[in-house]
C-alpha cells in the first residue's frame, strides 16, 4: 500500500472541505487551513458548515485523527509536502475570475517554504495561471527547485461530491514535472490503483479493486482548459435542450420525449438533458464567463459560450412569462415558491435560479411563500421574511391559500408530493413546474392547471367555484 502523504488544503468551503475529508478517507494526514476563525472552530467541534451527503459521518471518522482544521497557515505549509490551494475565485466584471484570493494566498505560502513542496491547483483557474504563480512565488525569493505547480481541478457535484471525489469519472492531473507528477500519483493511487475500493469500510460506488478510478496526466496548461472546457460543454448541453424546449412547446411537442430520444444516442447521453429554469451554481455561471474571457484575451471568437449565457438567461425571463400567462396579473397574488437551492440535494444558493425568479415576481407585486428543505437559512441573507417574503415549514404549508404553485428546484421531496393533499391546500389548482417532475396527465387527474417546461399546458378536467383553502 502506497504510503501516506502530508497535504495542506487552503480553503474549506465546498471543495476544500471535501478534498480534505475525502484524502483523510484515502489514507493521508490532511490540515485543512482556513482564515476564517469561526468556521475552523465550528469544525473543530463537529460542527458542518455545509450540506453535503456523507460528509458529516466521514468527518467524524476522521476528525483531530487524520484530517485537522487550523488558521495556521504557515505551520500547515511546513509540515506538508503537497499544498492544494482551494479557495474562491469568483467572477469579476469583466467576466474573468477574479485570482486575486489566489494570489494571496501563493504569497503567504512563499513565505512558508523551506524544502521542495507540490502546490496544486484545485480552484478553479484560468490557462497559464500555473505559470502566474511560479511567477509570484520566484517574486517571493523562492527557488525554482523548491516547487513545482501542479493543476489537478476539480469535477464535484454539488449534493454528490464526496461520491464524485471517491468514485470519480477521471483524475486529471496537470504537471510540466515527472517529479510532482509522481507526488500526485502517490495521494491518487488509492483510488487509480484500487486499494481504496477494496477496504471493507469504502464507500462503495462506480469503481472498485478491479474496476480503479482513470488517472489522466497531462500538461498543466491542458489540464486548466479541460476544467473550463468540460464545464462549457456541460452548461452548452442545458441550454441546448431548454432552446429545443422552447421550439417543442410552441409546435405541441413533448420536451421529455424528445430528451429521452436524444439520450439513447450513445454519442450523446442522457445527462443533462433536463428542461427546465437553467443552470445556476458557483460553476457553470463563472466558468463560461471566464472562458469566454480567456479566448477574448487570446484573440479566439468563441461565440458560442455568449450564446450558452444568453440562452440560460432567457429561460428565466420565460418562465416569469409563464406565470404572468397563468395568473394575468401578479400585483397581490399568493405564490407558493418550492425551491430555493439551485438544484436539489444542497443549500447552496449562488447564481440560483429559483433566487432571481423569486426576486422577479416580488417586483412585480406578488408575495411569496417559499420553502426548500436545506437552503432556507441561506436564502433570508438575500431574500429576508418580511410581509410579501414568508417562508414555510413544508411544501404544503407554503400551498396554503396560494393562487399557485411554482416548483423551483428538482429536489426528489418535490416530485413525490401528496397531490390530494396539495390539491386541498391551494386556493386556486394551478402549478407552474420549472423542473419537469410531473407528467400532465397525471397533474390533470389530480385536478390541476399545469404548466411546464417545453411541454403543451394542461388544464383541469372539472371547472368549479374556487374553494376555501384546508390543510
Not at 258 to 270: E, F, H, K, Q, V
Not at 405 to 421: A, M, P
Amino acid at each position: 500500500m502506497t504510503e501516506p502523504v502530508s497535504i495542506c488544503v487552503i480553503g474549506s468551503g465546498y471543495v476544500g472541505l471535501v478534498a480534505a475529508t475525502c484524502f483523510a478517507e484515502m489514507g493521508h494526514r490532511v490540515l485543512c487551513v482556513d482564515n476564517d476563525e469561526a468556521k475552523v472552530k465550528t469544525l473543530c467541534e463537529g460542527g458542518m458548515p455545509i450540506f453535503e451527503r456523507h460528509l458529516p459521518e466521514l468527518l467524524a471518522k476522521h476528525r483531530n485523527l487524520s484530517v485537522a482544521f487550523t488558521t495556521d497557515l504557515p505551520a500547515a505549509v511546513d509540515r506538508s509536502e503537497a499544498v492544494f490551494i482551494a479557495v474562491g475565485t469568483p467572477q469579476g466584471d469583466s467576466g474573468a475570475a477574479d485570482l486575486s484570493f489566489v494570489e494571496a494566498v501563493v504569497s503567504e505560502i512563499a513565505r512558508s517554504i523551506r524544502g521542495y513542496k507540490v502546490i496544486v491547483e484545485k480552484s478553479t483557474v484560468p490557462v497559464y495561471t500555473n505559470e502566474w504563480i511560479s511567477r509570484v512565488l520566484q517574486r517571493h525569493g523562492v527557488a525554482a527547485a523548491n516547487f513545482d505547480v501542479v493543476s489537478n481541478p476539480e469535477f464535484l457535484r454539488e449534493g454528490t461530491a464526496v461520491m464524485d471525489f471517491l468514485h470519480p469519472d477521471r483524475i486529471v492531473v496537470g504537471a510540466n514535472s515527472e517529479r510532482a507528477a509522481d507526488v500526485l500519483r502517490r495521494i491518487y493511487a488509492p483510488l487509480a490503483e484500487g486499494t481504496y475500493y477494496a477496504q471493507p469500510d469504502a464507500l462503495k460506488g462506480s469503481h472498485s479493486s478491479s474496476h480503479p478510478a482513470p488517472l489522466l496526466v497531462t500538461s498543466a496548461q491542458s489540464a486548466e482548459i479541460i476544467k473550463h472546457a468540460s464545464n462549457a460543454f456541460l452548461a452548452l448541453k442545458i441550454s441546448f435542450i431548454n432552446a429545443v424546449a422552447n421550439l417543442a412547446e410552441v409546435v405541441d411537442a413533448d420536451i421529455e420525449d424528445i430528451a429521452a430520444g436524444m439520450g439513447l444516442d450513445s454519442r450523446i447521453g442522457p445527462k443533462f438533458l433536463r428542461a427546465g429554469l437553467g443552470y445556476g451554481g458557483s460553476c457553470f455561471p463563472k466558468d463560461v464567463a471566464a472562458f469566454h474571457w480567456v479566448a477574448q484575451q487570446r484573440g479566439v471568437d468563441f461565440h458560442l459560450l455568449h450564446e450558452i449565457r444568453k440562452i440560460n438567461e432567457t429561460q428565466k425571463e420565460i418562465f416569469y412569462n409563464k406565470v404572468l400567462s397563468a395568473l394575468w396579473t401578479l400585483r397581490g397574488k399568493r405564490l407558493a415558491a418550492l425551491g430555493l437551492a439551485f438544484k436539489g440535494e444542497t443549500d447552496d444558493i449562488r447564481e440560483s435560479p429559483a433566487i432571481d425568479v423569486i426576486k422577479k415576481l416580488l417586483a412585480g407585486g406578488a408575495r411569496i411563500t417559499a420553502y426548500d428543505p436545506a437552503a432556507m437559512d441561506r436564502a433570508q441573507e438575500v431574500l429576508p421574511a418580511n410581509d410579501k417574503m414568508r417562508y414555510a415549514a413544508n411544501a404544503y404549508e407554503a400551498a396554503k391559500g396560494a393562487d399557485a404553485v411554482l416548483i423551483l428546484t428538482d429536489w426528489k421531496e418535490f416530485g413525490n408530493l401528496d397531490l390530494v393533499r396539495l390539491n386541498q391546500a391551494v386556493h386556486f389548482p394551478i402549478v407552474i413546474d420549472g423542473r419537469n417532475l410531473y407528467r400532465p396527465e397525471v397533474m390533470q387527474q389530480h385536478g390541476f392547471t399545469y404548466v411546464s417546461v417545453g411541454r403543451p399546458a394542461s388544464y383541469r378536467a372539472q371547472q368549479g367555484k374556487p374553494r376555501s383553502a384546508v390543510i
